[in-house]
C-alpha cells in the first residue's frame, strides 16, 4: 500500500502545468529520468497522462478525464500527510484546522517550510471567527495572516496564480482542485 500511494506524487509537477518535459519533471522530484518515465508509463496506461514526443524529447500533461479530480485529491492529501510528517508544528495546525468545516488552503512561503516562514498566509471560505486562532498562535509562536473569502470567485487572478504555485489543502480538496484547474 504504501508503495501505491507514494507513486502519486510523481504526479505532482503535472497537477496544474500544461505539459513538462522529462528532465524537467524528474528535476522537481529530485528522481532518477528512468524512475519518472516508468511510472509516467504506468499513468499513461491508466489513462491519467498523455504522452507527446517530439525527437528524442518526451512531454507528458494530465488528461482531462471525469475522474482526474478524484485522482488529483489524492495526490494534494498525500502531499499534505507528507508534509504534516516532515512539520510537526505544520501537522498541529493542520489538526486545529480540521475543526472547522471551512474548505481552507494554506499558501506561500509556509507550504515549504515554516520555520523559514514570517507568517502562515491562509484562505478560509465563509464564515470564520479567528478568535479561536490566538491560543494556537501564541502556542505555536507564529503569526496567521488569514483572508477570508465569501467564495473563490474573489480571489483574483494574481493571488490565483500564486497559490496554485505554492499550496497546501486542508479542507475542501475537491472544490480548491476544480478551481485551480479552470
Same mark, same amino acid.
Given at each position: 500500500?504504501?508503495?501505491?500511494v507514494?507513486?502519486?506524487?510523481?504526479?505532482?509537477p503535472?497537477l496544474?502545468n500544461?505539459? *513538462?518535459?522529462l528532465?524537467?519533471?524528474?528535476?522537481?522530484?529530485?528522481?532518477?529520468?528512468?524512475?519518472?518515465?516508468?511510472?509516467?508509463?504506468?499513468?499513461?496506461?491508466?489513462?491519467?497522462?498523455?504522452?507527446?514526443?517530439?525527437?528524442?524529447?518526451?512531454?507528458?500533461?494530465?488528461?482531462?478525464?471525469?475522474?482526474?479530480?478524484?485522482? *488529483?485529491?489524492?495526490i494534494?492529501?498525500?502531499?499534505?500527510?507528507?508534509?504534516?510528517?516532515?512539520?510537526?508544528?505544520?501537522?498541529e495546525?493542520?489538526?486545529?484546522?480540521?475543526?472547522?468545516?471551512?474548505?481552507?488552503?494554506?499558501?506561500?512561503?509556509?507550504?515549504?517550510?515554516?520555520?523559514?516562514?514570517?507568517?502562515?498566509?491562509?484562505?478560509? *471560505?465563509?464564515?470564520?471567527?479567528?478568535?479561536?486562532l490566538?491560543?494556537?498562535?501564541?502556542?505555536?509562536?507564529?503569526?496567521?495572516?488569514?483572508?477570508?473569502?465569501?467564495?473563490l470567485?474573489?480571489?483574483?487572478?494574481? *493571488?490565483?496564480?500564486?497559490?496554485?504555485?505554492?499550496?497546501?489543502?486542508?479542507?475542501?480538496?475537491?472544490?480548491?482542485?476544480?478551481w485551480?484547474?479552470?
Amino acid at each position: 500500500m504504501v508503495k501505491k500511494v507514494s507513486i502519486w506524487s510523481t504526479l505532482e509537477p503535472l497537477l496544474y502545468n500544461k505539459e *513538462l518535459h522529462l528532465a524537467e519533471i524528474s528535476k522537481k522530484l529530485n528522481k532518477p529520468h528512468t524512475t519518472v518515465r516508468k511510472q509516467l508509463e504506468m499513468f499513461e496506461k491508466m489513462g491519467l497522462v498523455e504522452k507527446r514526443t517530439i525527437g528524442k524529447l518526451s512531454f507528458y500533461k494530465l488528461k482531462k478525464i471525469p475522474l482526474i479530480i478524484d485522482y *488529483l485529491t489524492i495526490i494534494e492529501k498525500e502531499k499534505l500527510i507528507r508534509r504534516c510528517n516532515e512539520e510537526l508544528a505544520l501537522k498541529e495546525i493542520v489538526e486545529f484546522f480540521h475543526n472547522f468545516n471551512n474548505p481552507m488552503i494554506i499558501f506561500g512561503s509556509a507550504v515549504r517550510s515554516l520555520k523559514e516562514a514570517n507568517d502562515i498566509d491562509l484562505i478560509i *471560505l465563509g464564515k470564520f471567527n479567528s478568535n479561536s486562532l490566538i491560543q494556537l498562535e501564541k502556542k505555536l509562536n507564529i503569526k496567521f495572516h488569514i483572508l477570508n473569502v465569501k467564495t473563490l470567485k474573489q480571489i483574483n487572478e494574481a *493571488l490565483k496564480k500564486e497559490i496554485i504555485k505554492k499550496h497546501l489543502i486542508i479542507q475542501g480538496s475537491e472544490e480548491w482542485i476544480k478551481w485551480m484547474i479552470n
